[in-house]
C-alpha cells in the first residue's frame, strides 16, 4: 500500500524557482504532487524553507576516525598531502569490520544532519590488515550497508579497484595492502556488493570506482567501465601536482588531456578533485558532461589546490561537493568554501553567482543537481517524479529573520552554520527532526565506544 506523507512548506526552491505556501505530497518515497499557494491542513508536517538536499558524492567513511590527528608536522619539514596519506596507512591499520560499521554509520548520521540526503561511499578499504581478503571478499562493503541501514541515508556504494603502487605497475606498499585486488577478485568483490544493497531501499545504487590513473592499469580501467555499464563511475583525477607529472612521464600526457584521449567520458563520469587542471583541461572536461566531484575543505586541509570553477561554469560543466577524508562534514561550509576559493584565487566576490541568481543559489542548486547525477539518483531538485530528498532550514534561526528567496541561501551558506537545518528527508524517510537525527544517540554512542578503543594511534 502507497503511504503518503504531507509537507507543507512556508517557501520552496521549486524546480522552476522559488515558491510560497508549497505542499508537498510524497508516495513511496518520490515527490508524487506539489501544491504553491497554498494553506496547511490538518496533518500536513510544517517547514520553514525546503530546498533540494544534495548527494555528498565523496566520501570515505573510516578517515572521520582520523579527524584532527593529523594537524602537527613529524620529522619531515615538507608536510605536504604524501606525508599525510602515510599517515592514514598507519592509522588504518587498526580498523575492524565493526569499527568500519560504526564509523560510516556516524559519519552517515553528520551527513544528514548537515543537510545532505544522500551519501556516495568511495570504498577502497577492502580486506584484513595483513592484505588478505576476509571469508566473504565483500566483508567490508556489507558493512557500509549495515550502516546505511542504520543511518537511513541514501547510499550510492561505488567499490574502488586498488591494484598498483604507481603508473610502473609496482606492488602495493604496507599500507595500501588492505585496498589491492586484481581484476577477477574486484568482480567478485562487486558481487558480493551488491548482494548486500538488496536488503536496503529501492532508492539504493551500486556504481564502480577506478581509484586513480595511478592505482589501476589501463586494463583495470578499462573492466572497470565495462563492469556494470550505464552506473555511476567515478576517479581521482588530478588533485596532486605529484600525481600529474608521474602520469605525465608514464603515459605522455597529463591525466585529463589522457583520459580524454582514452575513455569516452559522459555524464555517467565523476571526476573527484580536478583541482590541478589547465584551461583547455578544464573546459574540455566540462563539455563532456561528467561532473566534478569537489571537496573544497578536504582540498584545502590538504593542501591540493584550487579547483576552477569559473572557467568551469562558463563552459557549462556539472558540480557537486563531497567530504571526503571526512575531517569536517558540513555542507554550507563545502558550499562557502568553495566560492572564497574562487574569491581568494582572482580577488572577486560573488565569483560563481550570475545576474539572475545569487552565489548561494547557484552554488545549492548546482550540487542538488550534480550530486543527483554522480549518485545515479532520481533527485537533486523538488519536482514531481523525483526522489524526496529533501533538507528544511528554521526560519526562525536569527540569520534568516527578514530574509526570504536567495537571500536565505546566503544568509545560510555565508553567514550561517548547518544549525540551521531542521529537517532532512532521504527518499521521503524523515531521519532529522528538529535538527538532529531520530537514532543520535544509539549511533553516537557506539561511535564513542569506537574511538575510545582505537586512541589516537598516529
Partial sequence: MSVTQVIHAEAALLADGWSNGVRLHIVEGHIAAIETGAAARDGDYRAGILLPAPANLHSHAFQRAMAGLTERRGADPSDNFWTWRKAMYAFLDALTPDDVEAIAAFVQMEMLEAGYAANVEFHYLHHGPDGRAYDDVGEMSQRIAAAAGTSGIGLTLLPVLYQQGGCDGRPLGAGQIRFGNDISRFERLVESASEALKSLPADTMLGISAHSLRAVSRDGLAACIALKPGAPLHMHLAEQTGEVDEVLAAYGARPTEWLLANADVDPRWCLIHCTQMNDAETRALARTGAAAGLCPITEANLGDGIFNGTAWLEAGGVFGVGSDSNVRITLSEELRQLEYSQRLRDRSRAAL????????????????????????????????????????????????????????????????????????????????????????????????????RLGTRL
Avoid: C, P
Avoid at 544568509?411 to 524523515?430: Q, T
Fill in 353 to 452: 553567482a550570475t545576474r539572475e541568481k545569487s552565489a548561494g543559489r547557484v552554488l545549492l542548486e548546482g550540487a542538488a543537481r550534480g550530486g543527483a547525477q554522480a549518485a545515479g539518483r532520481e533527485a537533486g531538485a523538488i519536482a514531481a517524479g523525483k526522489l524526496a530528498d529533501l533538507v528544511a532550514l528554521d526560519t526562525t534561526h536569527i540569520s534568516l529573520e527578514g530574509r526570504s528567496r536567495d537571500l536565505t541561501l546566503d544568509s545560510w551558506i555565508f553567514a550561517g552554520d548547518d544549525a540551521m537545518v531542521s529537517d532532512v528527508w532521504a527518499a521521503g524517510r524523515h531521519q532529522v527532526r528538529e535538527g538532529r537525527h531520530i537514532a543520535h544517540e544509539a549511533i553516537t554512542a557506539r561511535y564513542r565506544n569506537t574511538i575510545q
